[in-house]
Nanobody, 125 residues
Framework: QVQLVESGGGLVQAGGSLRLSCAAS????????MAWFRQAPGEAREFAAA????????YYGDIAQGRFTISRDNAKNTVYLQMNSLKPEDTAVYYC??????????????????WGQGTQVTVSS
């Protein structure tokens, strides 16, 4: 079993930045592909970014638009999402996800076995 705990959300003005963190425990972090998703009220869950086991490949969803960067620190069992140039439409709950089944990760939320509780990001105009 894997436990994921997100942090770093909050209220920020449009144009600002936030860095989300997700600390993992319960199994070897380096054997997990990690990802970030978000979900706004009444909306579907959207893929933001994924990082593979080896951290050699990262890929992004359309919502990232060159503004988001995913990274991981295997020594700290932590994955990050740096978000810059935030817009009000980025307001959502952001979730960290992990999979041990797909080494390359996935952009589909139902491919991930493990989820954090989410962290709220609110961008004011």
């Amino acid at each position: 079993q894997v436990q994921l705990v997100e942090s770093g959300g909050g209220l920020v003005q449009a144009g600002g930045s936030l860095r989300l963190s997700c600390a993992a425990s319960g199994r070897s972090f380096s054997s997990l592909a990690m990802a970030w998703f978000r979900q706004a009220p009444g909306e579907a869950r959207e893929f933001a970014a994924a990082d593979t086991w080896t951290s050699g490949t990262k890929y992004y969803g359309d919502i990232a638009q060159g503004r988001f960067t995913i990274s991981r620190d295997n020594a700290k069992n932590t994955v990050y999402l740096q978000m810059n140039s935030l817009k009000p439409e980025d307001t959502a709950v952001y979730y960290c996800a992990a999979t041990a089944r797909y080494s390359s990760g996935s952009s589909y939320w139902n491919d991930y076995e493990f989820w954090g509780q989410g962290t709220q990001v609110t961008v004011s105009s």
